[in-house]
């Protein structure tokens, strides 16, 4: 049978489409089978409990439907999928012992640059393996633990098993059980009860294969009154056969702590992102999402955060960039579990030259949730009459002492806006970037200033070709 290939129209990206020669040291078989899980446990030395976790959520994964709403996912077939795959590397703790393929891909994207400069640690993972993990000594005095995520399998069973898909388990939804079945790679760290992680922490996920899948998992602690700032950049190459990322993240944030996480994603726009994350906030704890969505073909991408503690509260910023083949459908959800809780959520989303933006929100507020304040706001610009934008907001209040805001825009780019700066000097180009840039600010100024500059490099990516 000959195999399904998606044409993907892209413009020059350079910088994100480095492809390195497919030689890696072992590609599993493609397809989703008990034998393949298996083998990916037994490859990776594995306790017997998640060889059980794995065998269950894959039982899971064939007995559910897959999802009836949102895009269509016609286009991936898990026949044609290779689940794991195991680069020619280990993890090193020596930034000089990666191979130098690897080491390459990475400089290019200014990963070691970042590590010097702002960044009190970094992991980098390569298709389906960390294959560099380093953290400063002064953290690790301080009690701070920061591996790959089968280290920390191995070094703190104890830790991981009592966290470990116990926020996201398999039968949430279909991708978390294959998540749940064939996970690999990702980020454990643990910051102890009143420690001040005060430079950030930072894992960025590369994919190099063609017709694979990346299933990182994320698991982050934060103890009473301890703080951290932890960032997740992602790119990968593009290639004309679809790849799949099912990702999962799972954030504990204890009483009086507070999490800031921060993501771009830049997936290539034959990637299927359908990648999940959720929070657990413990009283006075406080969790900040900043999210940013370029590239994929198809994204499905709602960071949650339930607010478990009174006093709790979360703050979503996000955006969302769909171009010509994109569908983008993103957004946040919060569960308002306990009373006095807050939540404030942010998101804007561009589309141009036939994109999809597609925004969900979810509000839910329990009944013993009283005294909540939730306000939500979102904003879509579409950049021509190709385009389209969504705005699917769910709001379910089960208690009445609640004050809840919702606020929504949707429209075009002002021509009135172009003309004026092109009369004072712009091309049309420079013109329309600096608007879209203005619309994005609230959630730039909120990003490192690395993350910063590589959004709004990635905004005049997406523009060009946009013109005439």
Not at 72 to 100: G, Q
Not at 143 to 170: C, I, K, N, W
Request: with cysteine; net charge negative.
């Amino acid at each position: 049978m000959e195999k399904k290939k998606t044409i993907v129209e892209d413009i020059n990206r350079d910088l994100y489409d480095i492809k390195n020669p497919d030689k890696d040291s072992y590609h599993i078989n493609r397809g989703l089978t008990k034998e393949i899980v298996s083998e990916i446990s037994s490859l990776k030395n594995e306790p017997s409990w998640m060889l059980e976790l794995r065998l269950a959520s894959l039982e899971t994964y064939h007995s559910m439907a897959m999802p009836k709403w949102g895009p269509s996912l016609h286009e991936l077939n898990m026949d044609e999928i290779v689940t794991y795959v195991r680069p020619k590397a280990s993890a090193k703790e020596s930034w000089e012992d990666v191979p130098r393929e690897i080491k390459e891909t990475f400089e290019r994207l200014g990963i070691p640059e970042a590590e010097r400069k702002s960044l009190a640690g970094v992991g980098a993972q390569y298709d389906s393996e960390v294959v560099y993990h380093s953290i400063k000594e002064e953290l690790t005095k301080q009690g701070v633990v920061y591996l790959d995520m089968e280290t920390a399998v191995r070094e703190h069973e104890s830790l991981v098993r009592e966290y470990f898909m116990q926020l996201l388990p398999a039968t949430s939804h279909k991708f978390l059980a294959l998540h749940g079945a064939v996970w690999s790679g990702g980020s454990f760290v643990y910051v102890p009860e009143g420690v001040d992680v005060k430079i950030p922490l930072q894992s960025y996920f590369r994919f190099n294969a063609p017709g694979a899948g990346q299933f990182e998992h994320t698991l982050i602690i934060v103890d009473k009154g301890a703080k951290l700032h932890f960032i997740e950049g992602c790119s990968a190459p593009k290639y004309n056969t679809i790849n799949l990322h099912a990702g999962a993240v799972e954030l504990y944030v204890k009483e009086g702590a507070t999490l800031r996480y921060s993501t771009i994603e830049n997936w290539s726009k034959n990637m299927m992102n359908l990648n999940t994350k959720c929070a657990l906030v413990e009283k006075n704890g406080s969790m900040e999402w900043v999210s940013g969505t370029f590239g994929s073909h198809i994204t499905m991408l709602y960071p949650t955060s339930i607010l478990n503690g009174e006093g709790a509260k979360t703050d979503f910023t996000g955006v969302s960039f769909a171009a010509k083949g994109q569908n983008l459908d993103t957004g946040s959800k919060v569960v308002h579990a306990a009373p006095h809780t807050s939540s404030t959520l942010s998101s804007r989303s561009i589309s141009k030259d036939g994109g999809i933006a597609v925004y969900r929100s979810s509000v839910n507020v329990l009944p013993q949730a009283h005294h909540v304040k939730s306000a939500v706001s979102c904003e879509s610009l579409m950049m021509d009459s190709l385009s389209r934008a969504d705005t699917l907001p769910v709001m379910d209040i089960r208690n009445d002492e609640a004050d809840i805001g919702h606020e929504a825009k949707i429209g075009r780019i002002s021509e009135d806006a172009v003309y004026y700066l092109m009369t004072r000097g712009m091309d049309e180009l420079e013109a329309k970037a600096l608007i879209v840039r203005g619309f994005v600010e609230p959630i730039t100024k909120e990003l490192l200033l690395e993350y910063a500059v590589e959004m709004n490099n990635l905004i005049s990516i997406e523009l060009e070709g946009s013109i005439g």
